[in-house]
């Protein structure tokens, strides 16, 4: 009967572990893409600058979590979202200006944060 238990109380644990994780990582991509939103705004009225230093912000944030990140997620997935931060950031700096590239990179960016936390939330479809 203790194994039952024991049993019981370690899958109510990673379920709770696993809510914590989904719920976190929602907050923290949230965060990310409304940075990257406002980096696009800034863009569209054309503040480079501003645009840049908030990517910036966001890329810097992302790598102050990549421990954990590497840790529950897929180091491709991982991978995937920096080298598309360094793109973002390639485009702002350059000398010239193109907003229909800026704007397809950050997009894909934004897109890649949104399947991450998709991939995270149970549901059928990533059960099976």
Do not use: C
């Not at 994780?21 to 705004?41: I, K, P, R, S």
């Not at 600058?49 to 954990?68: C, I």
């Amino acid at each position: 009967m203790k194994r039952l238990w024991l049993s019981a109380a370690l899958i109510v644990l990673l379920s709770v572990l696993s809510t914590i994780h989904v719920v976190y990582l929602n907050g923290f991509t949230h965060q990310l893409t409304n940075l990257l939103d406002q980096a696009q705004e800034h863009v569209a009225s054309g503040d480079w600058k501003q645009a840049e230093e908030l990517t910036r912000q966001a890329m810097e944030r992302w790598e102050k979590h990549e421990h954990y990140l590497h840790i529950t997620l897929h180091h491709a997935d991982i991978d995937a979202i920096l080298t598309s931060f360094g793109e973002a950031l390639a485009f702002l700096q350059g000398q010239e200006h193109q907003p229909a590239e800026y704007t397809s990179v950050n997009a894909k960016l934004l897109i890649q944060l949104n399947l991450l936390i998709e991939g995270e939330i149970p549901s059928w479809k990533n059960l099976l």
